[in-house]
């Protein structure tokens, strides 16, 4: 039950693109097509942003994509604004049964 | 409107115990599986537990099992999460959520923190 790997910082203009990567295995990320992703800011509740790799829940921009390939999943949020500054979390379902979070990426908006 | 509340956080010495509740609102309780996830102050997040809509499934993340218990009171509308044998590894930011489906948490709570410390 490893955390899902993710880079620590990103950073991005606004009206940029950036991508998020969260690389686990073939029994979690590669095995299931049941990422999602996950949006916090500081002192408040995650929000989920997708799900099933690349399906976004009503009310969410579509700014917000996800994709993978493999054992990695991707979020790439487009036209960065400030409000997209926050850290964001991916997570899959596991071969155990389980679910299992990554470390968490910061987004700057510089 | 889908509303978890969480409380029973609190500060607890190593090795003992505390009982969280979520009490859930706005949606049909029984029919959802329910999750929890934690936080450590300054840390990412970690799925800690979840519960099938009868009870009959549990499954814990490998660091809480046999000390940690969930379970649920579908006609109160009451998810819970027994802490016993409280380390300070356990300190974070107790989340209620409901799973839907292939999400391990789609509706979450606000939280409840959990200090273990001497």
């Known amino acids: 039950q490893s955390a899902l790997t993710q880079p620590a910082s990103v950073s991005g203009s606004p009206g940029q693109s950036i991508t998020i990567s969260c690389t686990g295995t073939?029994?979690?990320?590669?095995?299931?097509?049941?990422v999602s992703w996950y949006q916090q800011h500081p002192g408040k509740a995650p929000k989920l942003m997708i799900y099933d790799v690349n399906k976004r829940p009503s009310g969410v921009s579509n700014r917000f994509s996800g994709s993978k390939s493999g054992n990695t999943a991707s979020l790439t949020i487009s036209g960065l604004q400030a409000e997209d500054e926050a850290d964001y979390y991916c997570s899959s379902y596991t071969s155990s049964t389980t679910w299992v979070f990554g470390g968490g990426t910061k987004l700057t908006v510089l | 409107e889908v509303q978890l509340v969480e409380s029973g956080g609190g500060l607890v010495q190593p090795g003992g115990s505390l009982r969280l509740s979520c009490a859930a609102s706005g949606f049909t309780f029984s029919t959802y599986w329910m999750t929890w996830v934690r936080q450590a102050p300054g840390k990412g997040l970690e799925w800690v537990a979840n519960?099938?809509?009868?009870?009959?499934?549990?499954y814990y993340v490998d660091s809480v099992k046999g000390r940690f218990t969930i379970s649920r009171d579908n006609a109160k509308n009451l998810l819970y999460l027994q802490l016993n044998s409280l380390r300070a590894e356990d300190t974070a930011v107790y989340y209620c959520?409901?799973?839907?489906?292939?999400?391990?948490?789609?509706?979450w709570g606000q939280g409840t923190l959990v200090t273990v410390s001497s």
């Open positions: 519960i099938k809509q009868d009870g009959s499934e549990k």
């Open positions: 073939s029994s979690d990320v590669g095995g299931y097509n049941y």
């Open positions: 959520a409901t799973e839907l489906g292939t999400v391990p948490a789609g509706y």
